[in-house]
């Protein structure tokens, strides 16, 4: 969408002209500022210092920012789980996730992440998801043994996959600043997601073999399984709709999504989980939700303009080049400033404050894409359980009530997997693009 290799205005010097202003942006999100207020007053800033797009264009770029027929399913994807939650489909298909893997080894933790799983493949969203989950599920580890700031760190953990498991709406965003289609990013994404979420659960059955935790001597029995699922069908059914109506290519994202949302309404009202009187509170709660996203996403043009104009990411390229040319290394150093980007900030203001300038870095050294772009979403999951900020921490900390401290200290094995994980896909991009036929 956005042309980020458009020939500079200026020749870039890194001044109080462009530093002021990301400074600034810094300053404010420290003040707690909310986030799309910090970047349009250090957008506005940097424009007005170095006079590389004329203020009075900018209410027409943020305009341009926002018209994508894409950029639609991001309301409606938030607004997908929260009527999921509220008409308690949600706690359907964690009982599903728990009637299919509860039975054997560590079998509520790997339920959870499972369930996890499910909810990703419907919301597209992470913070949220955690916060719904850690409602609906720490208690049940708890009962079964687990510590209940390791059941948080489980949690927050397979949480993670919000953003990693289509249809996600990191790459709505991404896809659009980087001008590469949703639906693309989904299908590549499919096998990605998948071996995270593998890997969390095969990290706790690890942890739990070692200390002992669970306690549930529970066994997978084919009739409760079937019962399961009959009385969950409905719940079941939403995610097929989303996922088979994208890859088989009947629905675009956008669609899919608007789908999915009439859809789980229509089975709320017709089992009675919800009435009309909902209605009211469920929009405002997402209108909130959306109320920080889109204004990010506006910004998100008028920012990469002027990145672009002051040749910011060719300065960047120059720097990490002449410190290494080594694909491999610059391929940690992405890894490495995503994850410490995620520690910090969401998903969507990640990508649009770095995507434009790391995005020519990996077309320089000539990666793909689309192999990017997962990478990209992979790396920053990872930092929203790394210690000591992680923004999932910070989360199921406020939902569970224990402390930040006491959560970390189990998060490590997890954060260790998805970083191995994370390597696997940088160093093996057949598994981004296997599905595309690429």
């Known amino acids: 969408m956005y042309n980020l290799y458009q020939q500079p ?16 942006i810094v300053v404010l ?22 006079e590389v797009l004329p203020l009075h264009l900018l209410g027409e770029s943020l ?19 929260d009527v999921l939650v509220r008409t308690g489909l949600s706690n359907k298909l964690l009982d599903i996730a728990e009637a299919t893997a509860g039975g054997f080894r560590s079998g509520f933790g790997s339920s959870t992440v499972l369930g996890c799983g ?4 419907i919301s597209g969203s992470d913070a949220a998801g955690c916060a719904a989950l850690g ?5 049940r580890l708890t009962k079964s043994g687990y510590p209940r700031s390791y059941a948080a760190a489980l949690v927050a953990s397979g949480s993670c996959t919000g953003i990693l498991i ?20 989904f299908v590549a994404a499919v096998v990605p997601g998948v071996i995270i979420l593998i890997s969390i659960m095969v990290t706790n059955v690890l942890v739990n073999r070692i200390r002992g935790y669970e306690n549930s001597t529970s066994q997978f029995s084919i009739r409760h399984w079937l019962k399961t699922v009959w009385d969950g069908r409905y719940a079941l059914l939403v995610p097929f709709i989303i996922l088979g109506g994208i890859y088989s290519g009947i629905f675009t994202p956008t669609e899919a999504a608007a789908v999915a949302v009439i859809s789980i309404i229509t089975i709320g009202l017709f089992q009675g989980t919800l009435t009309l009187k909902d209605f009211p509170e469920m929009l405002v709660s997402s209108a909130k939700v959306n109320g920080v996203i889109l204004p990010t996403v506006a910004l998100s043009l008028p920012l990469a303009e002027a990145l672009g104009a002051l040749s910011v990411p060719q300065y960047f390229i120059e720097q990490v080049l002449s410190i290494t ?22 998903a969507v203001p990640n990508i649009v404050l770095i995507a434009p300038v790391l995005y020519p870095l990996s077309q320089q050294i000539g990666m793909n894409e689309v192999h990017f772009c997962i990478l990209m ?28 401290l006491n959560v970390a200290k189990y998060v490590f094995p997890y954060v260790f997997a998805m970083m191995c994980v994370a390597i696997l896909i940088a160093f093996v991009p057949e598994l981004s693009l296997v599905l595309l036929g690429r």
């Open 325 to 346: 040319e080594n694909y491999n290394y610059i391929l940690l150093l992405i890894i490495g400033i995503l994850i410490i980007a995620g520690c910090v900030m969401e």
């Open 63 to 81: 305009f341009e920012g926002m018209d994508a027929f894409a950029l639609i399913a991001v309301p409606l994807f938030i607004l997908t789980g």
């Open 118 to 121: 499910f909810f990703s493949c």
């Open 377 to 404: 979403v992979t790396s920053l999951g990872i930092g929203f359980i790394t210690p000591p900020i992680g923004l999932n921490l910070f989360v199921i900390s406020g939902v569970t009530g224990e402390s930040i």
């Open 135 to 139: 409602r609906m599920t720490i208690n």
């Open 29 to 50: 999100l420290i003040f707690g500022i909310p986030m799309w207020v910090s970047m349009g007053i250090g957008v506005i800033a940097m424009l007005f210092f170095t």
């Open 9 to 24: 205005a200026v020749a870039f010097e890194f001044g109080w002209d462009v530093g002021g202003p990301l400074l600034l």
């Open 166 to 185: 289509p249809p996600s709406i990191a790459y709505i965003v991404i896809g659009l600043i980087l001008g590469i289609s949703a639906s693309t990013l």
